[in-house]
Structures are given as structure tokens and as C-alpha cells.
């Protein structure tokens, strides 16, 4: 995630009125029950729990939300869950924030009922029930303030979502977990002096009447919820290609500073990253610029939203190496629950350091070294465990220190053609899905043809103290000394 990123007031679309009509109070009713049929209030993450839903694996979300920057407390959305029943549902939840809901509808028939209940679910009872198998669409309207705290608003109005691991049911209900990934479509109605950004390829922009327009945005790989993003600002959009024909989007707010070096920078960096990864996982790439303060609680200084990173207040190279590499390790190939956060950002953080090795940097004598004796004024720098560190450290800073670490001491275990072979196989094995950690060890073993790594993994990975000498210091590492201080924990 982080890289260490005119309206008359109260004028109302006539879009608006169709999203409010029919709006009522709803109560609030158990989220689950454990009679048959009926899909559970969470996917069961060990740090999440609530977070999801079971009893259904979504296709594709259709979300189309009206919004006017004059009236920055309230959002009007239309959103269909195109999904595919798992078991039979006579019920099922989404994940969805605040909001008034005014009507649920599957495959276009009234739901029998729909309630609220606990931080963020919203429970349907379809007219009919779901065949197991079936593919079913669920229709939600809803309007209201966006109350999550993924929603940001910028400056003059403006908006944009970010966040991690929450973001999606700040502004469309949603299965949000990131072992249920969809394509997304996004149609956003603005004033037309304002301009909207989000994920993948853009659609027709076309007149909404009376001052408006609708902006349309398609993203044709799966995504998991958190990636997905809008935002909403007087952009400076500038276009380009890929060598190959992608089209790469670059969009600034007012005030950011567009620094042509910088942007001419992403294409080498895609190139370079390809080169160790695989190919670029999605049609479309980019970046978006925001107005705001990165050090803000739930700012993020930049976030990997799928095809085009978001980064806060400006844009710099290392943080393209980074939220880039998260296009492969984390969007490309996502967690199977939050223990496995290491598959992100220990890679991604690593890739800071290949960047610099591609410049000239010898990462034997300075990064780790360095590192090293960073350790050693810190005495909780190998307290966390990289795979499952915990609740509440999912995004624990030793995912990107002692991770990035890590990854070095692996490829000079394995040599650079294993290591190298292991993170391209990664991506063609599991490309637009999910994995796990356990997943990635037992695959550096295949390849590598090393199966006595499970003594490094269990000193790196599951570890809480200094790794033994011979995983701290393998290969060409090995004259480095002394050893940090180990931690009597």
C-alpha cells in the first residue's frame, strides 16, 4: 500500500429523483441465520470476519452513483451485483456503509424483504429463492452521506476512495473480501466542469442534460473490492501508450505538481517490472494525483487501485516501483485472506530495491547492511511475523523492512534464476485470482528444487526473532557480520 501519496448549491440532477424515488426507512434485522438457504454475514477472515459474504461468488458489479460537488454530504447510487449462487439462497447479505436504501430488486423483481443490520449489512430475502448454480443479479438503490472512512473529500468539493483493507462499502454494496474478485463497470454523473477518474479503460462521456455529464470507466480484469476507486476533481488529464498499445491515463488534481520527468519514468518502470514479473497484467495504466495530506489518518500516501495508483500530494519513482509491482503481487494475484499480506508488500518493497540495483546500487554491501543495522535500533524490528502477523498488523511497517529483507536473503539462497522463476510462475499460476502465503513457499521449493527451505521460511516467515546465521546470511551475504542482537521474544 504505502510507498516509503459551476453548480448551484442544492440544484438536483433529474438522475436523482429517479435513485430517491421510492426511498424508505429500513430496520434492522439479524444479519445471518443458520437455517438452510441462507448465505453468512462474512467469508470468516482471522482478521476479519465480518468482512464479506458467503453463499455467492460475484461476476461483475455495474455501479452508477450521481454526485455533485456543491452538496458534499450526499451521494445518490443505482448498483447491480451480477453473482453466482455457491448453495441455494432464500437469503444472502452485501456489504454496504450508511446510506438510506430505497429499493432492492433481483433479476428485477422486488426482493421480499431487505433490512440493515450491525456496521455494514445489508439483508436481502429474494422473491424466489436462488438455485444453486443459478446466476442472479441483485439491484440496489440507495442515496444518502458516505459515511466510511475510505470516502475523502478534497478540496472545493472534490472526492476521491481509497483504503486498505476497506474501501468499496463506502460508496457501492459489494462482497468485500479480496477472495471475491469481479469485473467492475462505473458510470458516475457529475457537473460537467468536474471530471471523473477510476479503474481500467474509459467509456463515452456523454451529456447527462442540464449541466451534467456521465463518465464511464471499465475495468475487464477481475478486481478484489478495496482496489476499486473514484474520484471526482477538475483533473488535468494527459494521455499516452505503452509500447504495445496500452493506454496509460495520468490524472492530476488542481495544485499538484506534474513533473514530465517523473511520468516519462512509468513506461521504463512497467518495462523493467515485466522483465521480472511477466507481462503487464491489465489493458490499461496510469496514475492519480490527489489533493491531500499523506500523513492524514486513512490518507495512504499512495494505494495500488487496480490500473491506475492513486498517490496523495505527488508522485514520485520509487512510489510508481512500488505501487506498480502491487499490479502484479496483490491485484494481479490477491490475498486468499489478510495473513497473507506479505505476497504484497515484502515484494513490492523489494522491488524498490531492484530499481535501485537496475541504476547501479549493490544491494549486498549497501540495502542490506543497512537494514541490518537498522534492526539494531529497533528492537521490535523482528518481533512480527511475516505471514500471519497478527490482527491489527496486517500492514505492520516488518512487511516492508523485514519483508524486503527477506526477499533478498531468498534470492541469494535460490540464485536469481529460482527467485526470478518463482515470481513469473506465481503470476501465470494464479493469474486473476488468489493465493495464499503457504501457496508461495511450497512453490519457491518446486522450483528451486530446494524442499530444505522450510528452515528458512520458518526462521523468516513465522519467525519472531533474528533468523539463524545461515538464513541471515546466505550466499553472498555471508561475510556480512556481526549478527543483530537476537530478541529474547
Given at each position: 500500500m504505502r510507498s516509503t501519496n459551476s453548480t448551484?448549491?442544492?440544484?438536483?440532477?433529474?438522475?436523482l429523483v429517479g435513485l430517491?424515488?421510492?426511498?424508505?426507512?429500513?430496520?434492522?434485522?439479524?444479519?445471518?441465520?443458520?437455517?438452510?438457504?441462507?448465505?453468512?454475514?462474512?467469508?470468516?477472515?482471522?482478521?476479519?470476519?465480518?468482512?464479506?459474504?458467503?453463499?455467492?461468488?460475484?461476476?461483475?458489479?455495474?455501479?452508477?452513483?450521481?454526485?455533485?460537488?456543491?452538496?458534499?454530504?450526499?451521494?445518490?447510487?443505482?448498483?447491480?451485483?451480477?453473482?453466482?449462487?455457491?448453495?441455494?439462497l432464500d437469503r444472502f447479505d452485501l456489504d454496504l456503509e450508511g446510506f438510506e436504501v430505497g429499493s432492492v430488486t433481483v433479476d428485477g423483481v422486488p426482493a421480499k424483504s431487505f433490512s440493515r443490520s450491525g456496521a455494514?449489512?445489508?439483508?436481502?430475502?429474494?422473491?424466489?429463492?436462488?438455485?444453486?448454480?443459478?446466476r442472479f443479479a441483485v439491484r440496489v438503490r440507495y442515496s444518502g452521506t458516505p459515511v466510511g472512512k475510505s470516502?475523502?473529500?478534497?478540496?472545493?468539493?472534490?472526492?476521491?476512495?481509497?483504503?486498505?483493507?476497506?474501501?468499496a462499502t463506502a460508496w457501492y454494496p459489494a462482497n468485500d473480501h479480496p477472495s471475491d474478485k469481479a469485473t467492475f463497470r462505473l458510470t458516475a454523473t457529475v457537473p460537467d466542469t468536474w471530471t471523473v477518474i477510476g479503474n481500467g479503460r474509459p467509456g463515452p462521456t456523454t451529456s447527462a442534460g442540464q449541466g451534467w455529464k456521465s463518465y464511464r470507466w471499465y475495468e475487464d480484469r477481475p478486481l478484489a473490492t478495496y482496489l476499486s476507486t473514484i474520484a471526482i476533481d477538475r483533473f488535468t488529464v494527459r494521455t499516452s501508450q505503452l509500447a504495445d498499445g496500452t493506454p496509460v491515463i495520468n490524472a492530476y488534481s488542481p495544485g499538484i505538481a506534474i513533473d514530465p520527468g517523473t511520468e516519462a519514468l512509468l513506461p521504463e518502470i512497467i518495462d523493467f517490472l515485466a522483465s521480472r514479473f511477466g507481462p503487464y497484467p491489465f489493458s490499461s495504466a496510469g496514475l492519480l494525483a490527489v489533493n491531500g495530506d499523506p500523513a492524514a489518518p486513512d490518507g495512504g500516501a499512495a494505494i495500488e487501485t487496480q490500473s491506475r495508483p492513486t498517490y496523495?500530494?505527488?508522485?514520485?519513482?520509487?512510489?510508481?516501483?512500488?505501487?506498480?509491482?502491487?499490479?502484479?503481487?496483490?491485484?494481479?494475484?490477491?490475498?486468499?485472506?489478510?495473513?497473507?499480506?506479505?505476497?504484497?508488500?515484502?515484494?513490492?518493497?523489494?522491488?524498490?530495491?531492484?530499481?535501485?540495483e537496475k541504476g547501479g546500487a549493490d544491494l549486498d554491501t549497501g540495502f542490506y547492511p543497512a537494514m541490518l543495522e537498522q534492526s539494531r535500533q529497533d528492537p521490535d524490528f523482528w518481533s512480527v511475523r511475516l505471514y500471519d502477523p497478527g490482527q491489527g498488523k496486517?500492514?505492520?511497517?516488518?512487511?516492508?523492512?523485514?519483508?524486503?529483507?527477506?526477499?533478498?536473503?531468498?534470492?541469494?539462497?535460490?540464485?536469481?534464476?529460482?527467485?526470478?522463476?518463482?515470481?513469473?510462475?506465481?503470476?501465470?499460476?494464479?493469474?486473476?485470482g488468489n493465493a495464499s502465503w503457504p501457496q508461495?513457499?511450497?512453490?519457491?521449493?518446486?522450483?528451486?528444487?530446494?524442499?530444505?527451505?522450510?528452515?528458512?521460511?520458518?526462521?523468516?516467515?513465522?519467525?519472531?526473532?533474528?533468523?539463524?546465521?545461515?538464513?541471515?546470511?546466505?550466499?553472498?551475504?555471508?561475510?556480512?557480520?556481526?549478527?543483530?542482537?537476537?530478541?529474547?521474544?
Open positions: 448551484t448549491r442544492g440544484r438536483h440532477h433529474p438522475a430517491l424515488a421510492g426511498t424508505m426507512l429500513l430496520t434492522a434485522a439479524p444479519s445471518s441465520a443458520a437455517g438452510t438457504g441462507a448465505g453468512g454475514s462474512g467469508v470468516g477472515d482471522p482478521y476479519f470476519p465480518e468482512d464479506g459474504n458467503s453463499g455467492y461468488d460475484v461476476a461483475d458489479y455495474d455501479v452508477r452513483v450521481v454526485y455533485d460537488p456543491a452538496r458534499p454530504d450526499h451521494l445518490s447510487g443505482d448498483t447491480t451485483v451480477t453473482a453466482r449462487a455457491t448453495g441455494g455494514h449489512e445489508l439483508v436481502i430475502t429474494p422473491a424466489r429463492r436462488i438455485a444453486k448454480g443459478a470516502w475523502h473529500r478534497l478540496p472545493d468539493g472534490a472526492a476521491n476512495v481509497t483504503g486498505e483493507p476497506h474501501s496523495v500530494g505527488a508522485v514520485f519513482d520509487s512510489g510508481l516501483v512500488h505501487e506498480y509491482t502491487h499490479q502484479w503481487f496483490g491485484n494481479n494475484v490477491s490475498f486468499t485472506d489478510w495473513r497473507d499480506g506479505c505476497l504484497a508488500e515484502c515484494v513490492a518493497q523489494y522491488a524498490n530495491q531492484l530499481w535501485d496486517e500492514l505492520h511497517s516488518a512487511l516492508y523492512f523485514k519483508g524486503s529483507m527477506m526477499m533478498h536473503a531468498l534470492r541469494r539462497t535460490v540464485g536469481d534464476d529460482a527467485f526470478f522463476g518463482t515470481l513469473r510462475q506465481w503470476q501465470q499460476e494464479h493469474r486473476y508461495f513457499e511450497a512453490l519457491a521449493k518446486k522450483v528451486s528444487g530446494r524442499p530444505d527451505l522450510t528452515g528458512f521460511f520458518d526462521a523468516w516467515a513465522h519467525g519472531t526473532t533474528v533468523p539463524q546465521d545461515e538464513y541471515l546470511y546466505p550466499g553472498s551475504l555471508g561475510p556480512l557480520a556481526p549478527t543483530p542482537e537476537r530478541n529474547p521474544r
